[in-house]
């Protein structure tokens, strides 16, 4: 079936950066875009951008544009998100989610499990 | 861009119907048809209930419908039941997805 398997939680210091994977299995990669969306303890989502597995073209929200970077390894059907300059409030739990099919590729309707960053000095 | 402005909680009887509204403004929800809602139960990962408004994925419940009216959507779950008991997030999608601060519906 259709799943995204997330890595393992993460534990950095500030300043650092955190590269997050996201495996897909159960559909064709490169057919459907890939969202990155957070979620702070106690509070809403956050969308971070997006990646198009196709092309490797990404959209990026204005509060993460120039530190985060978005990319995708095709031959293993993979999805990234890395975040540098690591603050606390960036502590989080980070999810990858599908875009709906073409042309709803906006709504997110398979999410992985999220990953927890949580970043400490 | 701000966030949607959604309710902080709502809560109702089983069997009864809510509406949890979400207020944009004629940027964003106003604007566009593109309302989506998701639920969130405790440590679980958002599930999409409603998209373009008022239209189900396939496996959701008929008891979830979507509407709008000029700058604000709505999510209505009828005969409320334990297992609807989460976190409703509505989002309206621009030129990129902006969710809602959420909404906890608590089944009584």
């Known amino acids: 079936q259709v799943q995204l398997v997330q890595s393992g939680a993460e534990v950095k210091k500030p300043g650092a950066s955190v590269k997050v994977s996201c495996k897909a299995s159960?559909?064709?990669?490169?057919?459907?875009?890939m969202h990155w969306v957070r979620q702070a303890p106690g509070q809403g989502l956050e969308w971070m951008g997006w990646?198009?597995?196709?092309?490797?073209?990404?959209n990026y929200a204005q509060k993460f544009q120039g530190w985060v970077t978005m990319t995708r390894d095709t031959s293993i059907s993979t999805a990234y998100m890395e975040l540098s300059r690591l603050r606390s409030d960036d502590t989080a739990v980070y999810y990858c989610?599908?875009?709906?099919?073409?042309?709803?590729?906006?709504?997110?309707?398979?999410w992985g499990k999220g990953t927890t960053v949580t970043v400490s000095s | 861009q701000s966030a949607l402005t959604q309710p902080a909680s709502v809560s109702g009887s089983p069997g009864q119907s809510i509406t949890i509204s979400c207020t944009g403004t004629s940027s964003d929800v106003g604007g566009y048809n593109y309302v989506s809602w998701y639920q969130q139960h405790p440590g679980k990962a958002p599930k999409l209930m409603i998209y373009d408004v008022s239209n189900r994925p396939s496996g959701v419940s008929n008891r979830f419908s979507g509407s709008k009216s000029g700058n604000t959507a709505s999510l209505t779950i009828s005969g409320l039941q334990a297992e609807d008991e989460a976190d409703y997030y509505c989002s309206s999608y621009t030129s990129s997805p902006l969710f809602g601060g959420g909404t906890k519906l608590t089944v009584l």
């Open positions: 159960g559909y064709t990669f490169t057919g459907y875009y």
């Open positions: 989610a599908r875009g709906l099919a073409p042309p709803y590729y906006y709504y997110m309707d398979v």
């Open positions: 990646i198009n597995p196709n092309s490797g073209g990404t």
